[in-house]
């Protein structure tokens, strides 16, 4: 199986490519589109700023080759916020996958941090990303680290609360997001992320 990961200025690519190496899978890291068009999955992974993303990613035409892809995609992080239609983050719009925008966390008390950073746990699980996990014995919990979330919406196939319920993963036809990160979730993460090669 060919595994693409999307290149483009975001941080922790590298993280993820550890991860599936750990699994025995080889990625290849690539911002040529006939390199992603041809992969049999296609992982867009990604920290950083939605606005300086985008730019990048327009300037190459990659956000319609991304829109286009019929295989299995995974967005992780800020991959999940730029599949959606527009962020906050650079008031700029993003790919359009996902019709939603993304929304800045506003503190409500005083404990409440932005960026929210650390474990947290996953439910109402709808998407096979979450095969063999039973919110009922063993919720999943996963590492997070973001100041922008997506709004609970039609495509939301996990929910996690912090300040509010937002979408911790979505998922449309061959697109799947997860706002959290699974190369840094331990098992449950790695789980996840077998389970997206099994899709």
């Given at each position: 199986?060919?595994?693409?990961?999307?290149?483009?200025?975001?941080?922790?690519?590298?993280?993820?490519?550890?991860?599936?190496?750990?699994?025995?899978?080889?990625?290849?890291?690539?911002?040529?589109?006939?390199?992603?068009?041809?992969?049999?999955?296609?992982?867009?992974?990604?920290?950083?700023?939605?606005?300086?993303?985008?730019?990048?990613?327009?300037?190459?035409?990659?956000?319609?080759?991304?829109?286009?892809?019929?295989?299995p995609v995974l967005?992780?992080?800020?991959?999940?916020?730029?599949?959606c239609r527009h962020?906050?983050?650079?008031?700029?719009?993003?790919?359009?996958?996902?019709?939603?925008?993304?929304?800045?966390?506003?503190?409500?008390?005083?404990?409440?941090?932005?960026?929210?950073?650390?474990?947290?746990?996953?439910?109402?699980?709808?998407?096979?990303?979450?095969?063999?996990?039973?919110?009922?014995?063993?919720?999943?919990?996963?590492?997070?680290?973001?100041?922008?979330?997506?709004?609970?919406?039609?495509?939301?196939?996990?929910?996690?609360?912090?300040?509010?319920?937002?979408?911790?993963?979505?998922?449309?036809?061959?697109?799947?997001?997860?706002?959290?990160?699974?190369?840094?979730?331990?098992?449950?993460?790695?789980?996840?992320?077998?389970?997206?090669?099994?899709?």
């Open positions: 199986m060919q595994v693409a990961i999307v290149k483009y200025n975001a941080g922790n690519i590298y993280s993820v490519v550890n991860a599936l190496r750990r699994m025995g899978i080889e990625p290849l890291l690539t911002d040529v589109a006939e390199e992603l068009q041809k992969a049999d999955r296609v992982l867009f992974p990604g920290q950083g700023e939605a606005r300086g993303a985008m730019e990048y990613l327009k300037a190459r035409r990659l956000d319609e080759v991304i829109r286009q892809l019929k295989q967005g992780i992080c800020v991959g999940q916020q730029l599949l962020s906050e983050e650079g008031d700029v719009d993003c790919i359009g996958v996902f019709d939603v925008e993304v929304k800045r966390f506003q503190p409500q008390r005083h404990e409440d941090k932005v960026p929210a950073m650390g474990w947290n746990r996953l439910y109402d699980l709808k998407s096979p990303l979450y095969k063999g996990f039973s919110e009922a014995q063993q919720p999943p919990y996963v590492y997070f680290v973001h100041s922008y979330y997506v709004p609970l919406c039609a495509d939301t196939a996990a929910t996690a609360d912090y300040i509010l319920p937002y979408s911790a993963s979505l998922h449309k036809d061959n697109f799947y997001a997860c706002q959290f990160h699974p190369e840094k979730s331990g098992k449950v993460g790695e789980q996840i992320l077998r389970n997206f090669m099994e899709i």
